[in-house]
């Protein structure tokens, strides 16, 4: 008779368990071992490549976000930032949109994450030197809309004074 780590003394029914729970564990890990890579097909990947001998096209990578610039801009000042004081300062922006983007820029290394170890966790985002240095093109960038207000009044009407 063999001994299988003490199983001829469990009771059928204690077997039945163990085989059930055994069986759930092998059934789960085949599952997750399937679906794992079909959720790594799902991720979003850029159509088109980045173009790689064309400096404008790299810089835009960066920040062709619609929100990125803004992001950018609040946080030029160098004090960090908790990501719901961000999103109270563009109540335009989506919540999830702004973290994915601020993921992103955390990546690109345009800002860093510092993350607390406190309950509730806590975090905050600051603006890095990489970051800083696009801080010109983007006031580049507000003074040129600045100077052609005219050509947005025409495009999209008063609604912008309407919203303020």
């Given at each position: ?5 003490g199983n001829w003394l469990k009771s059928s029914t204690e077997k ?40 404008l096209r790299l810089t835009m990578s ?103």
């Open positions: 008779m063999q001994n299988y780590a039945l368990f163990i085989y059930r729970k055994n069986f759930l564990y092998m059934e789960i890990k085949q599952l997750l071992t399937n679906f794992v890579p079909k959720i790594k097909l799902m991720a979003y990947e850029k159509k088109i490549p980045v173009d790689m001998d064309c400096p960066l920040i062709e976000s619609k929100w990125k610039s803004c992001i950018l801009d609040e946080l030029r000042n160098g004090t960090s930032m908790r990501p719901s004081e961000i999103h109270k300062c563009l109540p335009e922006a989506a919540p999830r949109v702004l973290d994915i983007q601020l993921k992103e820029m955390v990546e690109d290394g345009l800002v860093t994450k510092t993350i607390y170890p406190e309950l509730p966790p806590r975090s905050e985002y600051k603006i890095t030197e990489l970051g800083l240095s696009l801080i010109p093109i983007i006031d580049l960038m507000l003074k040129w809309g600045t100077e052609h207000y005219d050509i947005f009044e025409r495009k999209y009407g008063n609604t912008a004074n309407d919203k303020i």
